[in-house]
């Protein structure tokens, strides 16, 4: 009978010790000598900067690698496996299990990913426009966390939540040496209180990692808010942080339920949220002067977009109504306000105290002049004031058959607080009709994506190459 044997071909020996080396090599002459300082156990450097140093210098070198494969790929795939899967996520084990926040492959690491970031978005990124892009996508960013802002938190919660388990692994003499009474890391922390000039958070919550790190992504939101020169920029941060303005970066990419952005919006959508350059500054459609942001298009009433934008939110939410098992039409006949115009859509079947839904649909644009006093005092604010015009408009419809429900998202995501609403009571519906608890949470990633398709086809419209329009109508409608 043949026992357990032993490979040592593929045994590490770490010790600095010579006398154990020579004697371990007698009985084991093939086994692998590893100095302390070079020392890797499952992945994870412990034997110092210089085990450190070769971790992350392999792992700079396979994300080198994934980037030049992630630009063959669609923009808005691309986009999501680098966020989800090839940048932070990757480097976490190690950022967990080593002090690497001091390293300076670190800093080459993040400098990968932005330049990674920026050819396959195909969108410039200044200093400005990466730093909001560092920004967790609830703080107005794309998610796109890097490894420098998360080490430091990172390691510190690690730590404390692995003190108790080391008390039982090591002996006494080594417990106190890289846990939380040792002084390296209380250097980390006090660090860590530097930074963000707060004290260190309960013990009882201590092991979260992002207890330590929303202090910081608070700081570096406010810092890029700060920054903002002008009241269009400071509109603009501010509506990228309404909790609906960013559903398209978090949505699965997927051309069978209409999720997936063509390449041109994604590049849009994206330069949009950041203030990026769009494209050179043209005569618009309208005879207006468009600058590089592109945004003149979103509030232009010749730009064929809004009114594919407009169809698609619609077309939407009839779909969602339907699931729901609420029927359903678009543009009703016999509702009619004052001025002729009629509802975009009601059902015909009552949706609330024994009433039917009549709805209406408006896309104000966050950017336009008139809005920009309102816009900079708060997420949605815009929106919200357009459901209330939108309610005045209606006043004169029989409210005793119908429920009128305003539904108003901004060009930049944000949602008005009767369209929020409104969302989570059709989500609650969907839920229950389907059983998935994600309904609500799918059902705005859709109207975010259509959102952002329909602002794409509103820049493009401002261009006087016909054919140039005509072919993106077409990407549009059929993506």
């Known amino acids: 009978m043949i026992g357990l044997t032993l490979n040592d071909s593929k045994c590490e020996l770490i010790t600095s010790d010579q006398t154990v080396v020579d004697a371990l090599c007698n009985l084991l002459p093939s086994v692998v000598h590893v100095s302390p300082c070079d020392a890797v156990v499952l992945g994870s450097p412990v034997g110092g900067n210089n085990a450190i140093d070769t971790v992350l210098g392999n792992k700079l070198v396979e994300f080198q690698r994934l980037a030049d494969r992630l630009k063959m790929l669609n923009t808005h795939d691309s986009f999501y496996l680098l966020k989800n899967c090839f940048s932070l996520p990757k480097m976490m084990y190690i950022l967990r299990s080593a002090p690497c926040h001091h390293n300076s492959l670190i800093q080459q690491y993040d400098i990968t990913i932005r330049n990674t970031l920026q050819s396959v978005l195909n969108v410039a990124l200044s200093d400005e426009a990466w730093d909001q892009a560092k920004l967790p996508v609830k703080h107005g960013g794309l998610g796109i966390i890097t490894a420098s802002d998360v080490a430091l938190p990172a390691f510190i919660a690690s730590v404390i939540a692995s003190a108790e388990l080391s008390l039982q692994i090591l002996p006494p003499s080594l417990t106190n040496i890289g846990g939380v009474n040792d002084n390296e890391f209380r250097q980390y922390v006090e ?35 700060s920054a903002a020169n002008n009241q269009k920029s400071q509109a603009r941060l501010i509506a990228a942080s309404a909790p609906s303005s960013g559903a398209f970066l978090q949505t699965i990419p997927m051309t069978s339920v209409g999720t997936r952005l063509d390449n041109t919006s994604m590049r849009i959508a994206v330069a949009l949220r950041l203030g990026s350059q769009i494209c050179v500054p043209h005569k618009c459609v309208c005879g207006a002067a468009v600058d590089s942001s592109g945004t003149n298009g979103l509030s232009c009433r010749k730009s064929a977009g809004r009114i594919a934008r407009h169809t698609a939110i619609n077309g939407i939410i009839k779909a969602a109504l339907t699931a729901a098992e609420i029927r359903c039409r678009l543009e009703p006949q016999g509702l009619a306000r004052d001025d002729g115009k009629r509802p975009d859509g009601v059902t015909s079947m009552p949706w609330r105290d024994g009433r039917c839904l009549m709805w209406d649909v408006t896309c104000p644009d966050t950017l336009a002049a008139s809005y920009l006093d309102k816009a900079v005092t708060g997420p949605g604010v815009v929106a919200t004031d357009a459901e209330m015009r939108k309610r005045h408009k209606y006043s004169t419809v029989n409210d005793i058959a119908y429920i009128f429900q305003p539904i108003a998202i901004e060009t930049l995501g944000a949602f ?49 190459d016909n054919d140039i329009t005509a072919e993106f109508f077409v990407l549009f409608y059929f993506s």
């Open 416 to 464: 008005g607080e009767a369209a929020m609403d409104f969302i989570s009571d059709l989500g609650r519906k969907l839920k229950t009709v389907s059983q998935d608890t994600r309904a609500h949470m799918f059902l705005l990633q859709r109207l975010s994506v259509a959102m952002q398709r329909g602002n794409a086809a509103c820049v493009l419209g401002t261009l006087a």
């Open 191 to 225: 660090q860590w209180q530097l930074i963000t000039k707060t004290t260190p958070p309960d013990v009882s919550i201590a092991a979260s990692q992002k207890v330590w790190s929303s202090p910081l992504q608070s700081i570096a939101a406010e810092t890029v808010l």
